[in-house]
C-alpha cells in the first residue's frame, strides 16, 4: 500500500511540473518570447539564453534539432558562454 502511495505522488508531482511548464511556454508565446511550433530558429534560442530563459532555450533547441535532452542542454551551455563573451555560436 505504501508502495503505491508513493508512486501515486510522484506521478502527481510529475503532472504538476508538466502543467507548469506547459503553462510557462504558453506565456512565453504569448508574449512573443518564444516562437510557434515549427517556426523557431537558432536566434530564439540565442534571445531566450540571453533573456536568461534556459530551460525554454533548451526545449527550443531540441524541437528545432530533434536531440536528446542531454545534448540540447550542452549545446545551450555552450552558446551561453560564446554569448556572455559577445560571440555567436556556429553549430
Known sequence: MKILLVVFAIIVVVFIIDVANRARIRRLRESGMYPPPGQGAVGDVERLIMLK??????????????VDLKTAKEAVEKRTVYLREGGHFNP
Open 53 to 66: 530563459k534556459k530551460i525554454p532555450a533548451i526545449k527550443l533547441y531540441r524541437e528545432i534539432n530533434g
